[in-house]
């Protein structure tokens, strides 16, 4: 049983690293990475070092970082449980004014997978509601050479999405400023009161949502999928992301 153990944690801290490893080389530097790296790192020196960790783990001083590891683990599990049920349900009329689609890293020019999956929600909702405004929001991070913004607009130009309908919102460097800025650019733009919806994946839904209450905005929402590939480090970090929110306000 012991043996059978020792595979099964080797084994997912593997496929853990192997994962983080690949995507270190496609995607852009954040914290989901770097925590999905150490997680798998975990598990395999665990399982490398698994009789003598259990040797220092029958002690008080042991017993009390199984309890926390414990705690730390059920919380995940709630939060992401939390993401899973919020990001899956959608309350968008196709009545809105406008829609505001949250931006994500870009590779110097190109639009990641990540953001694809929202460009491609943003045109089946275009379609639906052509009368729409589509604010495109995100600034230029580093290593990219444009702003998000500026490669959300090239994409959706590229797949028929029409130019007069589309507003560029190019220096939000968070959530935060994402809707902030963007209810600055529509409060010119459209009489008050207007109906508004965003676009995000379905990982970011929850914490996106909650963010644009604080931002004086109360929008319906139209979720993107996620990217299976990124679905550990993305779900690490929104937890991470949540529980700030949560402490902080």
Same mark, same amino acid.
């Given at each position: 049983?012991?043996?059978?153990?020792?595979?099964?944690?080797?084994?997912?801290?593997?496929?853990?690293?192997?994962?983080a490893?690949?995507l270190?080389?496609? #995607?852009?530097?954040?914290?989901?990475?770097?925590?999905?790296?150490?997680?798998?790192?975990?598990f395999?020196?665990?399982?490398?070092?698994?009789?003598v960790i259990?040797?220092?783990? &029958?002690?008080?001083?042991?017993?009390?970082i199984?309890? #926390?590891?414990?705690i730390?683990?059920?919380?995940?599990?709630?939060?992401?449980?939390?993401?899973?049920?919020?990001?899956?349900?959608?309350?968008?009329?196709?009545?809105?004014?406008?829609?505001?689609?949250?931006?994500?890293g870009?590779?110097?020019?190109q639009? #990641?997978?990540?953001?694809a999956?929202?460009?491609?929600?943003?045109?089946?909702?275009?379609?639906?509601?052509?009368?729409?405004?589509?604010?495109?929001?995100?600034?230029?991070?580093?290593?990219?050479?444009? #702003?998000?913004?500026?490669?959300?607009?090239?994409y959706?130009l590229?797949?028929?999405?029409?130019?007069a309908?589309?507003?560029?919102?190019?220096?939000a460097?968070?959530?935060?400023?994402?809707?902030?800025?963007?209810?600055?650019?529509?409060?010119a733009?459209?009489?008050?009161?207007?109906?508004?919806?965003?676009?995000?994946?379905?990982?970011?839904m929850? &914490?996106?949502? &909650?963010?644009?209450?604080?931002?004086?905005?109360?929008?319906?929402?139209?979720?993107?999928?996620?990217?299976?590939?990124?679905?550990?480090?993305?779900?690490?970090r929104?937890?991470?992301?949540?529980?700030?929110?949560?402490?902080?306000?």
């Amino acid at each position: 049983m012991k043996a059978f153990f020792r595979f099964l944690l080797a084994t997912i801290g593997l496929l853990i690293l192997m994962n983080a490893g690949y995507l270190w080389m496609v #995607s852009n530097y954040n914290l989901g990475l770097l925590l999905a790296t150490i997680l798998g790192c975990v598990f395999l020196l665990y399982a490398l070092l698994f009789n003598v960790i259990n040797r220092l783990l &029958r002690n008080t001083f042991g017993r009390i970082i199984k309890v #926390s590891i414990l705690i730390t683990a059920t919380i995940f599990i709630f939060i992401s449980t939390l993401i899973s049920v919020a990001g899956r349900s959608n309350t968008v009329t196709y009545q809105e004014d406008a829609i505001i689609v949250l931006g994500a890293g870009i590779h110097e020019e190109q639009v #990641s997978r990540v953001l694809a999956y929202r460009l491609d929600t943003a045109l089946q909702y275009h379609k639906m509601n052509p009368h729409a405004l589509l604010v495109l929001s995100g600034g230029q991070g580093p290593g990219e050479t444009i #702003s998000e913004a500026a490669a959300m607009e090239r994409y959706l130009l590229a797949r028929g999405a029409d130019p007069a309908k589309i507003i560029r919102e190019e220096r939000a460097t968070s959530t935060y400023e994402n809707f902030l800025n963007s209810k600055e650019l529509l409060d010119a733009t459209l009489k008050t009161p207007y109906k508004i919806a965003y676009i995000t994946n379905q990982f970011h839904m929850y &914490r996106a949502g &909650r963010i644009a209450v604080t931002a004086g905005l109360f929008p319906t929402r139209f979720h993107a999928q996620n990217d299976l590939i990124t679905l550990l480090p993305d779900y690490l970090r929104e937890c991470c992301a949540i529980l700030n929110f949560w402490i902080r306000g």
